[in-house]
């Protein structure tokens, strides 16, 4: 079995090490010089739209994934004359589009914050007057970590937001006052079964996923039972084939949608060392026909904490006992309760770019420990009022 994954980013990377360890192995197509997943499978490195390299890559490959959901539509409905790619088409389209995604969620019965399509900055004005203000003016495609987005909270503001996104199609939603963030991911394998994780509890600034913890805190069952239900409906609707993972608002209670991602994702790195099988081993059994794994807990309890800008340094890493990942993702030391591991992405450090991650295992919601290995991670202690950006 070969499986190709267009994208070789840490998440291509982690995949490619889920995939080496059921034997199967990768082939990869990503245009950068250098790319992380070349640590674990040969790579073909061309633009996403390269008619003949992605003919080489379907010929190389018995079935093709992604690990980004911004593939160009053509490059997937070509890839698809030759070779499966899972998920599907359906799943890739209603994510790719903003306003075709909140429709989907909406008509499957599952509750958005208010929004309104904006083409210009007439019916820009049009939606204030549908959704109000204060609102977030969201690029209906592309756009990722608060990018892509403009909050709008006076009526002056209107004509700056939107030139802030480029004057492109964008949805205007009203910004809610959450709780808190959360996540659920479900896999679904191609023959209907499921298996989910989560719920997640999520904190973000400035756009960007800084902290993940499972069991989520202070989520009420009836939020959790809600959020489970929804992500495997989702998953039903789409006939989707792999993760997918769903990002809510929790208000008490009650839960809104915000957006879906179908693959693996970010908030989900904790099921590694937390999860009888993670996300990408999954993700790989799912689209490779294989059953899947369970997912119940290994441990009590896991906080994520994402490496932001730069790596931590080596005595730090060391004065705190913290385990890291080898090229193939296997770490110096078990992942047992009282311990925390690294996982460093091999990428060149830049402001606001994702380059590793530490997963810390606690007898429970942990505290003050975690709050301590946060101080050593850069950027995973900054923290900002929530917002839904």
Known sequence: M??????????????????????????????????????????????????????????????????????????????????????????????????????????????????????????????????????????????YDGKGQAVLRHPDDLEAGFSAIGGRPAILESMIDFDFEASVLVVRGCDGTTETWGPIRNEHSGGILRRSDCPAPDVSSKAASAMLAHAEKLARALDHCGVLTVEFFVLGDEVLANEMAPRVHNSGHLTIEYAETDQFENHVRAVTGLSLGATGSRHPHATMLNAIGASPADTDLNAHHIATVNDFGTASAEATVGAAVYHDYRKQPRPGRKVGHLTAISPKAPGTWADALAAVIPGASETEPNSDD
């Open 2 to 143: 070969i499986l190709g994954i267009l994208g070789g980013g840490q998440l291509g990377w982690m995949l490619g090490t889920a995939a080496r360890r059921l034997g199967i192995e990768c082939v990869f197509l990503d245009p950068a010089e250098h790319c992380t997943a070349d640590l674990v499978g040969d790579r073909i490195r061309a633009a996403y739209d390269d008619a003949e390299a992605l003919s080489a890559l379907a010929r190389r490959c018995d079935v093709v994934t992604y690990e980004f959901e911004n593939v160009p539509a053509e490059s997937a409905a070509r890839l698809a004359e030759d070779v499966a790619v899972r998920p599907g088409w359906k799943s890739l389209e209603t994510s790719q589009d903003r306003a075709i995604e909140k429709t989907f969620l909406t008509e499957q019965g599952v509750p958005v914050p208010a929004f309104a399509v904006v083409d210009d900055l007439e019916t820009l004005e049009a939606a204030v007057a549908k959704v109000g203000l204060p609102a977030i003016l969201k690029t209906r495609r592309g756009g």
